[in-house]
């Protein structure tokens, strides 16, 4: 009986480990928010809107419509604002559940 309760408490405790300590890719979910420049067919991260070149035909999207549309991003900025990251299991879980912001919100 001790014996069951004690490996029992070896596996959950490396399953805490693992969900916890682990890094796992996480990309920018489909619904991150993204402007759409219609004339030049790119988008741009919020955060890097004040410094990228824009015309007046531009439109509040997500990232799935821009994907849709065949567009690429619009600088490096872009691309490096929706760069996957590494982090574990369990903050993936608490972004899903809107307990903490994930980067590209």
Same mark, same amino acid.
């Given at each position: 009986?001790?014996?069951? *309760?004690?490996?029992?408490?070896?596996? @959950?405790?490396?399953?805490? *480990? !693992?969900?916890?300590?682990?890094?796992?890719?996480?990309?920018?979910? &489909?619904?991150?928010?993204?402007? @759409?420049?219609?004339?030049?067919?790119?988008?741009?991260?919020?955060?890097? !809107?004040?410094?990228?070149? *824009?015309?007046?035909?531009?439109?509040?999207?997500? @990232?799935?419509?821009?994907?849709?549309?065949?567009?690429?991003?619009?600088?490096?900025?872009?691309?490096?604002? !929706?760069?996957?990251?590494?982090?574990?299991?369990? /903050?993936?879980?608490?972004?899903?559940?809107? @307990?903490?912001?994930?980067? /590209? &919100?």
């Amino acid at each position: 009986m001790k014996k069951g *309760i004690i490996l029992a408490s070896i596996l @959950l405790l490396v399953a805490i *480990i !693992f969900i916890c300590a682990i890094p796992f890719t996480v990309s920018p979910s &489909d619904d991150t928010r993204v402007i @759409l420049e219609h004339n030049h067919e790119t988008y741009i991260a919020p955060s890097c !809107f004040q410094q990228a070149e *824009i015309t007046n035909y531009i439109e509040d999207s997500n @990232l799935e419509k821009a994907k849709e549309l065949g567009y690429v991003e619009e600088s490096s900025c872009t691309e490096s604002a !929706f760069a996957p990251v590494k982090k574990p299991i369990v /903050w993936n879980v608490l972004v899903k559940l809107n @307990l903490i912001e994930s980067p /590209w &919100d």
